[in-house]
């Protein structure tokens, strides 16, 4: 966004480490600022990684003109599909949040921030799990384990292949929560929709069911305590012989991924 009482026409620059390919269209952005009202324009920039870039955090350099900004790309493995599964994900390295407890240790999860979390006792065992005809790995539900991954704008990496559908259990505290969920392609294309997820005790919005309900919820320092609560479950389409390389979840810490399948 720029604003000046004169005439100008930013050029966009951006830089990255050594061997990686950085470009930026339009170079120079495509407007003249002629008055001391602000006008915006976008420039697109493309990192292409080299093969072998080791994990980690490695910073982009952009300039429009003299205003500089640094921006990081992270490097990370793709998640796996669990063994004898279509492709169940095995999310153990993006969990984040410890979202159970039990009557005996009511203070060890904190779903909703707010001290209730889920009865560990009527979570499936860590292992695969059926729900509307659809196999997930389910996370640990025991001790202080990370059962949910809390949804912050992250991208996920996922193995590489042509699948008909994303398969989501997932639920929300203080909601019900719309965001967008972006599918990512090899090919760099992408699709974004947006998702409707209900509050843990509410019922499943348009398009999603619940696919585990549970008469009750434990409150930390007290135990057992109501009202009811569930997961669901949605289907999200991936496009017809493209191969998948990511699902980028929307940017709200109230919605929490349980499992995820693709199909």
Same mark, same amino acid.
């Given at each position: 966004?720029?604003?000046?009482?004169?005439?100008?026409?930013?050029?966009?620059?951006?830089?990255?480490?050594?061997?990686?390919?950085?470009?930026?269209?339009?170079?120079?952005?495509?407007?003249?600022?002629?008055?001391?009202?602000?006008?915006?324009?976008?420039?697109?920039?493309?990192?292409?990684?080299?093969?072998?870039?080791?994990?980690?955090?490695?910073?982009?350099?952009?300039?429009?003109?003299?205003?500089?900004?640094?921006?990081?790309?992270?490097?990370?493995?793709?998640?796996?599909?669990?063994?004898?599964?279509?492709?169940?994900?095995?999310?153990?390295?993006?969990?984040?949040?410890?979202?159970?407890?039990?009557?005996?240790?009511?203070?060890?999860?904190?779903?909703?921030?707010?001290?209730?979390?889920?009865?560990?006792?009527?979570?499936?065992?860590?292992?695969?799990?059926?729900?509307?005809?659809?196999?997930?790995?389910?996370?640990?539900?025991?001790?202080?384990?990370?059962?949910? !991954?809390? /949804?912050?704008?992250?991208?996920?990496?996922?193995?590489?292949?042509?699948? %008909?559908? &994303? @398969? +989501?259990? =997932?639920? $929300?505290?203080?909601?019900?929560?719309?965001?967008?969920?972006?599918?990512?392609?090899?090919?760099?294309?992408?699709?974004?929709?947006?998702?409707?997820?209900?509050?843990?005790?509410?019922?499943?919005?348009?398009?999603?069911?619940?696919?585990?309900?549970?008469?009750?919820?434990?409150?930390?320092?007290?135990?057992?305590?109501?009202?009811?609560?569930?997961?669901?479950?949605?289907?999200?389409? !991936?496009? /017809?012989?493209?191969?998948?390389?990511?699902?980028?979840?929307?940017?709200? %810490?109230? &919605? @929490? +991924?349980? =499992?995820? $399948?693709?199909?």
């Amino acid at each position: 966004m720029a604003q000046a009482p004169t005439t100008i026409r930013p050029t966009v620059t951006a830089t990255g480490p050594a061997g990686w390919k950085v470009t930026v269209k339009p170079k120079q952005l495509p407007y003249l600022v002629s008055s001391n009202l602000p006008v915006s324009a976008t420039a697109t920039v493309t990192v292409k990684v080299p093969t072998g870039v080791a994990e980690g955090s490695y910073p982009i350099s952009v300039k429009v003109d003299e205003v500089a900004l640094t921006g990081n790309v992270v490097i990370r493995p793709a998640l796996s599909c669990v063994a004898g599964t279509a492709c169940a994900l095995d999310l153990t390295p993006e969990l984040t949040r410890d979202g159970t407890a039990t009557v005996a240790s009511p203070d060890e999860g904190n779903f909703d921030t707010g001290g209730w979390s889920f009865d560990a006792a009527l979570l499936p065992a860590a292992g695969p799990v059926t729900w509307d005809g659809v196999g997930y790995q389910a996370p640990d539900p025991t001790g202080t384990a990370k059962n949910f !991954v809390t /949804a912050t704008g992250q991208s996920l990496v996922l193995p590489a292949g042509s699948y %008909s559908s &994303l @398969n +989501v259990v =997932a639920t $929300t505290h203080n909601g019900p929560v719309s965001g967008a969920l972006t599918i990512g392609y090899a090919d760099g294309t992408s699709e974004t929709q947006t998702i409707t997820v209900a509050d843990w005790c509410g019922s499943p919005t348009a398009g999603t069911s619940a696919v585990l309900a549970m008469p009750h919820r434990i409150k930390a320092g007290q135990g057992v305590d109501g009202p009811p609560v569930s997961l669901f479950g949605l289907r999200v389409p !991936v496009s /017809a012989g493209k191969s998948i390389r990511s699902v980028t979840l929307p940017d709200d %810490s109230r &919605l @929490n +991924v349980y =499992a995820l $399948t693709l199909q």
